[in-house]
């Protein structure tokens, strides 16, 4: 039996200490916020409950495996509810579609309506070709340690599976390779954002976000999905893990040759021995600031190489009344998209001025119909998202005076532009920055998910699972395999394997 100590409560640290436990471990989860669930959080406020953070939930075998691996079945303890139709989108010259529920026929249906013929035909050819690469890339990239790129191109079985990930092209120029409306490839982009990525950079293989979303289905927690994390930490103590809140690290303790994780030390001075560390934090933060720089200079040396991945500007609203027909999410697209990537990763036209707040940004609206969320029958909350570039160093300073408030008027001014004007309706509304997620989480300049996803070799820069530390490993959205529910789940189930049994 190892002492395992797990910085940070978010999922990630939460499903590996749930996952260690019951391998057998003793582990101490030390999380320096007052509650856990780090990015997965909840806004309680006159009766109105919020996520702060994720409001799709996919692939939730993830959570069935973790939960089966650790006890009774997910099932058992959280209901899921598939949502249908997935999302109402809006396309700048108002063309619509409702995107159904992992039914490819449905979903083929409702792109014809919305386009015209052919492009159901387009989107389930594209469909067929992002399900090759999920084959040929689930075990050995998204199951399995990051070894390196020569590891990884040994793992891959045949040429045939290289020429189906294609990784010299990005996800915009797979896009064009089948789909000829141009809705259909401001569509796609956009999942390049669910790894805080850039389209036209990121590369062809993340063609498996939308078909894992399509096939294996999107759903809802009902109360939230911050219900989520409650149910992996109610199963971590179960399994018998400490966790402790304002538990602050201040730094990973080696061993006298600097080579071995031994412990923590928190900011209060305690100190907490350990034979194994897993950092949930964000890796840039644990390799900057946590360990010596001696400790592991290549690993911080690929994080500085990489782009760090995008932050979003959320509002809350409660807003008085109901809005009939609103679907649960809801896509409210920008005419001009490369304007957006160019401006929250400071390229293109804005290359020499740098990042700024997105002027008219595409908008997301979550609106759960979900008694649980709202006081009454005559009242909602919307949680409301816009990309966003992260804050301080190369990005925006999000605390400059007046621009969080002036910005939230713009966002709410252009979901007026585009038909959703709630502002005569709107009772009280919470405004998060990316300066605000950087410091409730630690994540450095609020970037979501760690590194982005932009450019060929970024998989690689991706900090691995198991660190030039030896004892120390890295579970989380900032490390491989990435961020988002699902990923961060397999992150933990990786550096459980890592790591073994007692
Ligand atoms: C606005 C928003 C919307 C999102 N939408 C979705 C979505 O719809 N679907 C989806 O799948 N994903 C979504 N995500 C992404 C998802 O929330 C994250 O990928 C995931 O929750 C990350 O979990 P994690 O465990 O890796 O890290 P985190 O949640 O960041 O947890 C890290 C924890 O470590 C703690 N910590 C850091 N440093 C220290 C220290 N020194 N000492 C002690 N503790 C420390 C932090 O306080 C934090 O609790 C969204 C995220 C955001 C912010």
């Given at each position: 039996?190892?002492?395992?100590?797990?910085?940070?409560?978010?999922?990630?640290?939460?499903?590996?200490?749930?996952?260690?436990?019951?391998?057998?471990?003793?582990?101490?989860?030390?999380?320096?916020?007052?509650?856990?669930?780090?990015?997965?959080?909840?806004?309680?406020?006159?009766?109105?409950?919020?996520?702060?953070?994720?409001?799709?939930?996919?692939?939730?075998?993830?959570?069935?495996?973790?939960?089966?691996?650790?006890?009774?079945?997910?099932?058992?303890?959280?209901?899921?509810?598939?949502?249908?139709?997935?999302?109402?989108?809006?396309?700048?010259?108002?063309?619509?579609?409702?995107?159904?529920?992992?039914?490819?026929?449905?979903?083929?249906?409702?792109?014809?309506?919305?386009?015209?013929?052919?492009?159901?035909?387009?989107?389930?050819?594209?469909?067929?070709?992002?399900?090759?690469?999920?084959?040929?890339?689930?075990?050995?990239?998204?199951?399995?340690?990051?070894?390196?790129?020569?590891?990884?191109?040994?793992?891959?079985?045949?040429?045939?599976?290289?020429?189906?990930?294609?990784?010299?092209?990005?996800?915009?120029?797979?896009?064009?390779?089948?789909?000829?409306?141009?809705?259909?490839?401001?569509?796609?982009?956009?999942?390049?954002?669910?790894?805080?990525?850039?389209?036209?950079?990121?590369?062809?293989?993340?063609?498996?976000?939308?078909?894992?979303?399509?096939?294996?289905?999107?759903?809802?927690?009902?109360?939230?999905?911050?219900?989520?994390?409650?149910?992996?930490?109610?199963?971590?103590?179960?399994?018998?893990?400490?966790?402790?809140?304002?538990?602050?690290?201040?730094?990973?303790?080696?061993?006298?040759?600097?080579?071995?994780?031994?412990?923590?030390?928190?900011?209060?001075?305690?100190?907490?021995?350990?034979?194994?560390?897993?950092?949930?934090?964000?890796?840039?933060?644990?390799?900057?600031?946590?360990?010596?720089?001696?400790?592991?200079?290549?690993?911080?040396?690929?994080?500085?190489?990489?782009?760090?991945?995008?932050?979003?500007?959320?509002?809350?609203?409660?807003?008085?009344?109901?809005?009939?027909?609103?679907?649960?999410?809801?896509?409210?697209?920008?005419?001009?998209?490369?304007?957006?990537?160019?401006?929250?990763?400071?390229?293109?036209?804005?290359?020499?001025?740098?990042?700024?707040?997105?002027?008219?940004?595409?908008?997301?609206?979550?609106?759960?119909?979900?008694?649980?969320?709202?006081?009454?029958?005559?009242?909602?909350?919307?949680?409301?998202?816009?990309?966003?570039?992260?804050?301080?160093?190369?990005?925006?300073?999000?605390?400059?005076?007046?621009?969080?408030?002036?910005?939230?008027?713009?966002?709410?001014?252009?979901?007026?532009?585009?038909?959703?004007?709630?502002?005569?309706?709107?009772?009280?509304?919470?405004?998060?920055?990316?300066?605000?997620?950087?410091?409730?989480?630690?994540?450095?300049?609020?970037?979501?998910?760690?590194?982005?996803?932009?450019?060929?070799?970024?998989?690689?820069?991706?900090?691995?699972?198991?660190?030039?530390?030896?004892?120390?490993?890295?579970?989380?959205?900032?490390?491989?395999?990435?961020?988002?529910?699902?990923?961060?789940?397999?992150?933990?189930?990786?550096?459980a394997g890592l790591v073994g049994p007692a």
């Open positions: 039996m190892a002492r395992v100590v797990v910085i940070g409560a978010g999922l990630g640290g939460l499903a590996a200490a749930a996952r260690l436990a019951a391998l057998g471990h003793a582990v101490t989860v030390c999380e320096q916020a007052g509650r856990v669930g780090g990015k997965l959080g909840v806004l309680e406020r006159d009766g109105f409950v919020f996520d702060t953070g994720p409001s799709l939930l996919t692939l939730p075998a993830v959570y069935r495996d973790l939960f089966l691996a650790t006890g009774s079945p997910l099932e058992a303890t959280l209901q899921l509810v598939p949502v249908d139709p997935v999302t109402h989108y809006r396309f700048a010259d108002g063309t619509v579609v409702d995107v159904p529920n992992a039914s490819r026929s449905r979903i083929a249906a409702a792109w014809e309506n919305a386009l015209g013929p052919g492009a159901g035909a387009d989107w389930t050819a594209f469909s067929e070709r992002a399900g090759a690469i999920w084959d040929a890339t689930r075990e050995v990239f998204l199951e399995s340690p990051l070894q390196g790129p020569r590891t990884l191109l040994g793992q891959a079985r045949r040429v045939r599976d290289l020429r189906t990930v294609a990784p010299w092209l990005s996800l915009r120029d797979l896009g064009a390779q089948y789909l000829r409306h141009p809705h259909q490839r401001t569509f796609l982009d956009r999942y390049a954002t669910y790894t805080g990525s850039d389209p036209r950079r990121a590369p062809a293989a993340l063609a498996t976000v939308p078909y894992v979303e399509q096939t294996f289905g999107a759903w809802y927690v009902p109360g939230g999905l911050r219900r989520l994390a409650d149910a992996v930490l109610a199963r971590a103590v179960e399994r018998g893990v400490v966790v402790r809140t304002h538990a602050d690290v201040a730094e990973i303790a080696l061993d006298a040759a600097g080579r071995r994780a031994v412990g923590v030390r928190l900011t209060s001075g305690e100190h907490l021995p350990a034979d194994v560390v897993v950092a949930n934090a964000d890796a840039a933060h644990v390799y900057a600031d946590l360990l010596p720089p001696r400790a592991a200079p290549r690993a911080l040396a690929g994080l500085r190489r990489a782009t760090p991945s995008l932050s979003g500007f959320v509002l809350l609203l409660a807003l008085r009344g109901r809005t009939p027909g609103l679907a649960h999410h809801t896509v409210l697209f920008a005419g001009d998209y490369d304007d957006e990537f160019d401006s929250v990763f400071g390229t293109g036209p804005h290359r020499r001025t740098g990042p700024r707040p997105v002027p008219d940004p595409t908008v997301y609206v979550s609106a759960p119909d979900d008694p649980a969320l709202r006081p009454d029958a005559d009242s909602e909350g919307w949680f409301v998202l816009v990309n966003a570039p992260r804050n301080g160093a190369g990005g925006v300073d999000w605390d400059a005076p007046g621009l969080r408030e002036a910005y939230a008027d713009r966002v709410l001014a252009v979901m007026a532009a585009r038909g959703l004007d709630v502002r005569d309706r709107l009772l009280w509304r919470e405004v998060r920055t990316p300066a605000d997620l950087e410091r409730a989480t630690r994540s450095p300049g609020g970037s979501i998910y760690g590194t982005s996803s932009n450019g060929v070799r970024a998989a690689f820069l991706r900090p691995a699972n198991r660190s030039p530390v030896d004892g120390l490993f890295l579970v989380g959205g900032s490390s491989h395999p990435g961020g988002g529910i699902p990923l961060v789940g397999l992150s933990a189930a990786i550096v």
